[in-house]
């Protein structure tokens, strides 16, 4: 008796693990292609990043940290080939 009972909760749970994954992964309630999320380094400078951020917060969690909707203050940019260098006296 307790191994039919065995037996029907490994159907019963392999059948809702078949759904759970073909629904959410398989047939588009979710895909990669239609909701990447942009971390800074994805972005040349902060600029770039706060107007992306402005755009569209769905898709820029990763980029607010504290959520004051100031993306990357914490992430080092590479040094724009706009940018003049400093001048020390």
Request: glycine residues 6%; contains cysteine; proline residues 2%.
């Amino acid at each position: 008796m307790l191994k039919n009972h065995a037996t029907i909760l490994l159907v019963v749970l392999s059948i809702a693990a078949f759904l759970v994954y073909t629904s959410v992964i398989g047939y588009g309630i979710y895909t990669a292609a239609e909701s990447k999320i942009y971390w800074c380094r994805d972005f040349q400078s902060k600029e770039d990043a706060q107007k992306s951020f402005d755009s569209g917060k769905e898709n820029y969690a990763g980029m607010d940290a504290d959520g004051d909707n100031l993306v990357c203050e914490k992430h080092k940019f590479p040094v724009s080939t706009k940018s003049k260098p400093i001048q020390v006296k």
